[in-house]
C-alpha cells in the first residue's frame, strides 16, 4: 500500500478500498502492482521495517495489560492451521489476496510475496521478528525438496543458515524436508504414507489424516533449497 499509493502515486486510497470491497474484479491492474510491490520474506529492509514496526505496536499494546492476578501478557506469533479457517472469513487483502484464500501460515510470508530463496525468507523473519518480545514463541515453517539436503556439503550449507539465521536473532523455526510430488502421491494414494508425518503449525501429524486443504496448504509451500 506504502510504496502504490504514497511513494509511486499510482493509485488512490479510494481505488484501494473499492479493489478490496469488490474482490479485485475489475480492478486487475491494481492487483498486479499490489502484488509486485515490496513484502516481507524477501530480505527487502524496507518492506520487513514495516512489519517490524506494525509487530512492535501490537507487542506494545499488549504488554501494557495485566491478569486479574498481576501476571504479564505475553506475546506469541502463532496460528496453528487456524490461517485456513480465518482465511474464509477475511476479505480481499492489499497484498493480491482474493477472499476467502487462506492466509499466511503464522510468520511465513505472504503467499504473494516474490520467491527469493530460503536466505531471504530466514532474513527477514530475524529482521521483522523482536524475539525479545516472543517468549511465547512462535511458529516458521520452512520446507526443503529432499534432494537438496542429500550431500555433506548440503547438510553443513543447511547448518550455516541456521546459524546465520540465529545470530540475526531468529528465535524459532521447524522444516519440512519432502518434495512437492511425493506429498501429491500421499494424497492419491494415502494407505501408502500412513506413517508420513508432516509439520503442520506448532504441531507435527499424518498427512494422511488432515484435510484435503490443509494438506494442499503444506504443498503450497515453496519448496527451498540451501
Request: negative net charge; hydrophobic residues 35%.
Amino acid at each position: 500500500m506504502d510504496t502504490v499509493i504514497f511513494k509511486e502515486h499510482t493509485a488512490e486510497w479510494a481505488d484501494l478500498k473499492d479493489a478490496l470491497k469488490h474482490n479485485w474484479e475489475g480492478h486487475e491492474s491494481l492487483r498486479e502492482k499490489c502484488v509486485n510491490a515490496p513484502k516481507y520474506g524477501c530480505d527487502d529492509k524496507y518492506a520487513d521495517n514495516w512489519c517490524k514496526e506494525v509487530l512492535d505496536c501490537w507487542f506494545g499494546e499488549l504488554e501494557q495489560y495485566k491478569t486479574a492476578h498481576g501476571g504479564h501478557f505475553i506475546g506469541g506469533l502463532i496460528s496453528m492451521d487456524s490461517y485456513i479457517t480465518l482465511g474464509q472469513w477475511t476479505g480481499a487483502t492489499p497484498d493480491g489476496r482474493f477472499a476467502q484464500e487462506h492466509l499466511s501460515d503464522s510468520v511465513a510470508p505472504s503467499r504473494y510475496a516474490q520467491h527469493k530463496g530460503a536466505t531471504a525468507r530466514h532474513m527477514s523473519a530475524a529482521r521483522a521478528i523482536d524475539a525479545y518480545h516472543t517468549t511465547n514463541g512462535v511458529t516458521f515453517n520452512q520446507r526443503f525438496g529432499q534432494s537438496t539436503v542429500n550431500t555433506e556439503r548440503d547438510i553443513q550449507k543447511w547448518a550455516d543458515l541456521v546459524r546465520t539465521y540465529m545470530d540475526a536473532g531468529g528465535q524459532q523455526i521447524q522444516y519440512l524436508v519432502l518434495d512437492s510430488e511425493e506429498l501429491k502421491d500421499a494424497q492419491i494414494h494415502p494407505d501408502d504414507y500412513r506413517d508420513l508425518l508432516v509439520r503442520v503449525g506448532g504441531y507435527s501429524a499424518v498427512f494422511v489424516d488432515l484435510t484435503k486443504e490443509l494438506q494442499d496448504s503444506i504443498i503450497a509451500r515453496e519448496e527451498l533449497s540451501v
